[in-house]
């Protein structure tokens, strides 16, 4: 059985944060575990709400879990402050993990701050050298590396400056593209890049694509997938939970964690 533990923020809401990375680490057959940054209420409307967690507790729930059940990969996704970040970064040496995922949380899908803004450096300077991948999107991009990307030349230099943080493996999102009718993720591992395309789906449901996303990759790399494939069932993964929408609440819909097991279950009958 195969370990994997978020730190992250709880989306009251159910469609992001720590409920979906749980939800699609369950549908993905690993062993999820959360630790809690800070609690959002939240719903498909907005953030209405943000009540960050001390950095004693972040620390507290990371070493309970650490010194038992152990983890073998790790992902991050809303870190909120500057002290805990540089307190998930200290748990992270000191229990020496090296299959870290980090989501640079920063803005939620309505418009509000996820990140304070003095907590930029602390991600860049104190957690971005510990990361095994990256899962930034434009914007994020954009913010972290001081670089504005419009086209494919400009999201490949942005993955280069990425890299010289100390990030291993780096995936920049391609759902702000402007192209209207194709999304493509680029992956930079260093010294090759590879490019993930998918047709585009026109919907206002995709609350939460940004951590499943990221999530798969934690899930994968936990159960030794090279890099390359954990993406390839990441961008599969998520292809599926946007296509097979499901609509609740009045704003911004979730993704349908289900939809890529389904899918799967339907080929599989098709193919006997």
């Known amino acids: 059985m195969k370990r994997a533990l978020t730190i992250a923020g709880s989306d009251s809401g159910g469609g992001a944060g720590i409920q979906a990375d749980l939800k699609t680490f369950q549908e993905l057959e690993v062993f999820g575990m959360s630790a809690l ?77 996820l990140l304070q ?7 860049k300077t104190a957690l971005l050298p510990l990361a095994a991948v990256i899962t930034p999107n434009i914007p994020e991009a954009e913010v972290l590396t ?29 759902g702000h593209d402007e192209d209207p009718d194709v999304a493509s993720d680029l992956l930079f591992d260093g010294s090759d890049f590879y490019t993930f395309t998918k047709k585009r789906i026109q919907t206002k449901n995709t609350h939460g694509t940004g951590c499943t996303f990221s999530a798969v990759i934690t899930a994968k790399l936990a159960q030794g997938a090279t890099i390359v494939d954990a993406v390839v069932t990441a961008k599969d993964f998520i292809q599926a939970a946007i296509e097979a929408e499901i609509s609740i609440g009045h704003g911004h819909g979730p993704t349908n964690h289900w939809a890529y097991r389904k899918s799967k279950q339907r080929k599989e009958l098709a193919g006997r």
């Open 37 to 113: 940054t800070a609690v959002t209420a939240q719903n498909t409307l907005g953030v209405h709400g943000v009540y960050p967690l001390t950095a004693e507790a972040v620390t507290k729930q990371i070493r309970v879990i650490g010194d038992d059940i152990g983890v073998d990969a790790v992902k991050t996704g809303m870190l909120f402050n500057a002290e805990i970040i540089e307190t998930v970064a200290a748990q992270l040496k000191y229990y020496k993990w090296k299959q870290v995922i980090v989501d640079p949380v920063m803005i939620a899908k309505g418009g509000a701050p």
């Open 146 to 174: 001081g670089y504005t990307i419009r086209t494919v030349e400009d999201k490949r230099e942005a993955a280069r400056r990425l890299v010289e943080f100390g990030v291993k493996n780096v995936v920049i999102k391609g």
């Open 117 to 123: 803004q003095e907590a930029v450096t602390a991600l």
